[in-house]
């Protein structure tokens, strides 16, 4: 796997993590990237899986997409053995939509679980979707 779809797949789930538009600096990619590497290597994502998380297609996913969501947000410490770390959550979610909106996103995707944690994983996501800011055309 090419160091552009590592790069640009960590970016992606730095911002899927943090449910939010992101402007990371130079030591929050570094990071991203290094556990974007770390995930992908242990998971063996092919290269159209790649692809599919560029492009933000997460209908469907496989379950190496699920795993690799899991991986890289219990990296980032999100989330562990498939449990929400509401305070890290709330200390990083905070930071960017407003602790309020991060309290009401955290009660209602709280209690959301998938048949295992990869799948938690990306339902929590789906969830956490919802509360995104929204971009002004």
């Given at each position: 796997m090419n160091s552009y779809f590592v790069i640009a797949l960590s970016a992606v789930l730095v911002a899927l993590?943090?449910?939010?538009?992101?402007?990371?600096?130079?030591?929050?990619?570094?990071?991203?990237?290094?556990?974007?590497?770390?995930?992908?290597k242990e998971l063996n994502l092919t290269e159209e899986e790649v692809a599919k998380v560029k492009a933000k297609d997460f209908k469907n996913p496989t379950e190496n997409i699920k795993c690799f969501a899991n991986c890289f947000f219990e990296k980032i410490g999100t989330l562990k053995d498939g449990e929400l770390q509401e305070e890290v959550v709330l200390k990083k979610l905070g930071s960017f939509i407003g602790e309020e909106k991060?309290?009401?996103?955290?009660?209602?995707?709280?209690?959301?679980?998938g048949?295992?944690?990869?799948?938690t994983a990306v339902k929590l996501h789906?969830?956490?979707?919802?509360?995104?800011?929204?971009?002004?055309?």
């Open positions: 993590a943090l449910a939010s538009p992101v402007e990371l600096n130079e030591d929050q990619k570094a990071l991203a990237k290094q556990y974007g590497e770390q995930c992908s991060t309290k009401a996103a955290l009660e209602k995707c709280r209690s959301i679980k048949d295992n944690k990869c799948e789906e969830c956490f979707e919802e509360f995104k800011p929204q971009v002004k055309a």
